[in-house]
């Protein structure tokens, strides 16, 4: 028993987007060699955002917005859309093939990790969240492609809108989850200088988003709402975790 419950929990810090997607990458090919699953906390040198493994950025994004603004781009050993980082905590979980929570079903991994992620939410708010239980049809097809735009199956929601997402990658090891929980919304002006004319994407992340912090927040508030959900989420993956909110 105590094996099944340990976890390890590791926090890289600040780094380029890149730096962040290698690290994990690595540890999800270290798996073969790890017992015990991996919280992984880190941070962002700079605003940043992240693509799915198939993703195009330049299909769907500015590249002159995203050089104006600095936006640091690095593609994710994952799928899934684009992620900004600008306002939200990211964080990984890998879980060995070995360990008996390990799931050859994706969506059970989803919901054995984003349980968890819904006990470290609630701790910062007078609701308890919930996971979706069906998928619905994007505003268009743009949207499919941005994590915020869209509500995918066994996203992390609050009111009928979407807190926390994530995409995984699973091999022989193991599998890798790439967890996102928004914090702020972005501004609609700097929105509209990175992502390209014509598409729904803008009105789908308002309608679609739940952030802690609503449309108006400071670097401040931000940076104190990252340090309580960190230390949620090292509660929620931890060997004494029950589980109740």
């Known amino acids: ?7 390890i929990q590791i926090d890289t810090g600040p780094r380029t987007a890149k730096e962040n997607m290698e690290l994990d990458a690595a540890l999800l090919e270290d798996l073969e060699h790890e017992p015990f699953p991996i ?4 941070d ?8 799915g493994y198939f993703i195009k950025p330049e299909a769907f994004l500015q590249l ?23 306002c939200d905590l990211a964080f990984s979980v890998l879980v060995p093939a ?24 609630s701790k910062l708010l007078d609701s308890t969240p919930e996971l979706l239980p069906s998928e619905p049809l994007p505003a268009d097809s743009h949207c499919k492609s941005f994590c915020m735009a869209k509500p995918t199956r066994y996203d992390v929601m609050i009111g009928g ?9 699973k091999t022989r ?23 390209l004319p014509g598409t729904q994407v803008i009105e789908a992340m308002k309608a679609n988003t739940f952030s802690l912090l609503g449309k108006k927040w400071t670097k401040i508030e931000l940076q104190e709402a990252r340090s309580s959900l960190k230390n949620s989420l090292k509660q929620a993956f931890h060997e ?3 589980g109740n909110p």
């Open 161 to 169: 809108r979407k807190i926390g997402g994530a995409a995984q990658r």
């Open 98 to 121: 070995s360990h008996p929570d390990f799931s050859t079903n994706p969506l059970e991994n989803y919901a054995y990790v984003n349980k968890r992620v819904i006990w470290a939410v």
């Open 44 to 51: 962002w040198e700079e605003e940043a955002a992240t693509y």
């Open 240 to 242: 004494q975790f029950q």
């Open 1 to 7: 028993m105590e094996n099944r419950l340990k976890w």
């Open 39 to 42: 919280l992984h906390l880190y």
């Open 173 to 195: 090891h193991g599998f890798l989850h790439q967890g996102t929980i928004s914090i702020g919304m972005l501004p609609e002006e700097y929105l509209r200088e990175i992502l």
């Open 64 to 86: 002159d917005g995203v050089k104006k603004h600095a936006l640091d781009l690095a593609r994710r050993p994952t799928g899934g859309g684009i992620v900004f980082h600008n």
